[in-house]
């Protein structure tokens, strides 16, 4: 069975940072590209970044670049999400998905997600 | 301001048919990219409801259907219940961005 677990969430500063993990079991990550999409509180879905099955590609949402690094580790099947220069528009629930395999572009299983909340 | 539109709420009867539509611009939707569809139940994450425009994964009931029509997508619901109430957002990939792309959310209200 698929499961992705976020972890990592909590109450930061502005301008700190804070690092993300997604664990992942029931499937062979090494195979699977993965994305971190956050939600806003009260607010749509904003993709935030992805990260190719290997480690070798990753994109960022504009609203993200520069500032937050994707990087996974198969042999321990974690993705974290590096986020530096944290802003108040940066809270949200984070969640991490994994893009099918069958159907590029898609996003066949999430986490549940984790609370960030940017406060002075 | 999404990449793709999406009306901010629909609503319908128990037993009705309700469309949500997705309309996005070249280069995202309408050229070589799927569109998908994304079900949020109140407090929970996102769930695959329909991918690849018009495909349902194993588990997701025959009413949910997709289509495409040029460069805008729809969600049909149809014998609407209770559980449907939900939000629901469309997601596809912009070329022109490099990234990938939601809807801004259509929440259904089951009258």
């Known amino acids: 069975q698929v499961h992705l677990v976020e972890s990592g969430g909590g109450v930061v500063q502005p301008g700190r940072s804070l690092r993300l993990s997604c664990a992942a079991s029931g499937f062979t990550l090494s195979s699977y590209a993965i994305h971190w999409v956050r939600q806003a509180p009260g607010k749509g879905l904003e993709w935030v970044a992805f990260t190719l099955y290997d480690g070798s590609n990753e994109y960022y949402a504009d609203s993200v670049k520069g500032r937050f690094t994707i990087s996974r580790d198969n042999s321990r099947n974690t993705v974290h999400l590096q986020m530096n220069s944290l802003r108040a528009e940066d809270t949200a629930v984070y969640y991490c998905a994994r893009e099918s395999a069958t159907v590029g572009g898609s996003f066949d299983f999430w986490g549940q997600g984790t609370l960030v909340t940017v406060s002075s | ?111």
Request: charged share 10%; hydrophobic share 30%; net charge negative.
């Open chain 2, 1 to 111: 301001q999404s990449v793709l539109t999406q009306p901010p709420s629909v609503s319908g009867a128990p037993g009705q048919r309700v469309t949500i539509s997705c309309t996005g611009s070249s280069p995202n939707i309408g050229t070589d990219y799927h569109v998908h569809w994304y079900q949020q139940l109140p407090g929970t994450a996102p769930t695959l409801l329909i991918y690849g425009n018009t495909n349902r994964p194993s588990g997701v009931p025959d009413r949910f259907s997709g289509s495409m029509s040029g460069n805008s997508a729809s969600l049909a619901i149809t014998g609407l219940q209770a559980e449907d109430e939900a939000d629901y957002y469309c997601q596809s990939f912009d070329s022109s961005l490099s990234a990938w792309v939601f809807g801004g959310g259509t929440k259904l209200t089951v009258l």
